[in-house]
């Protein structure tokens, strides 16, 4: 078990989480974006994955810019989310492939909320700290995150999937 002495090292905890997050998310989401009908949504799942090894690639230069083994921690929050994404979205057996589109977009966004949810507080935290290239760097992989988030949303309600799905 880590000790934890301060907020600095909390800090550096939930950095090596998020690697481990972003790490164990980039499979499942490749594999969700190859079982995807909606050619709009196999593309944001694509980008989605680009994004995500951009932000894993940021959390890795933070660790290591304190010192810090980046592969140091394994997020058992993320491996339940992604437990859940392949029975849900993956492995459950569905008559109408809007409807596993539907299921797709549910469970990436459960990932897309993990991370954002740990960014942000990683970002409060590196102010706090006085971090301001963290902070930066990690404003960065909230935006894009978020972003990620809002197009799955637009495809999901305007683009149609949730109307498609029987
Ligand atoms: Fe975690």
């Given at each position: 078990m880590t000790a934890i002495k301060n907020l600095k090292d909390l800090y550096l905890d939930g950095i090596k989480d998020l690697h481990s997050a972003c790490k164990q998310s980039i499979p499942v989401t490749e594999e969700m974006a190859r079982a995807a009908k909606n050619a709009d949504l196999k593309s944001a799942l694509d980008a989605s994955v680009k994004g995500t090894r951009e932000g894993m690639a940021s959390m890795e230069k933070l660790a290591r810019a304190h010192?810090?083994?980046?592969?140091?921690e394994h997020c058992k929050g993320m491996e339940g989310l992604v437990a859940e994404a392949r029975k849900h979205a993956l492995d459950a057996r569905f008559a109408d492939e809007d409807t596993q589109d539907a299921a797709i977009i549910a469970q990436y966004q459960r990932l897309a909320h993990y991370a954002i949810t740990g960014y942000g507080t990683l970002k409060a935290w590196a102010k706090r700290l006085d971090l301001s290239d963290d902070a930066r760097a990690l404003d960065e992989a909230t935006a894009a995150t978020y972003e990620g988030d809002e197009t799955m949303t637009k495809i999901a309600v305007k683009g149609g999937v949730n109307k498609a799905a029987m």
């Open positions: 010192g810090e083994d980046p592969g140091g």
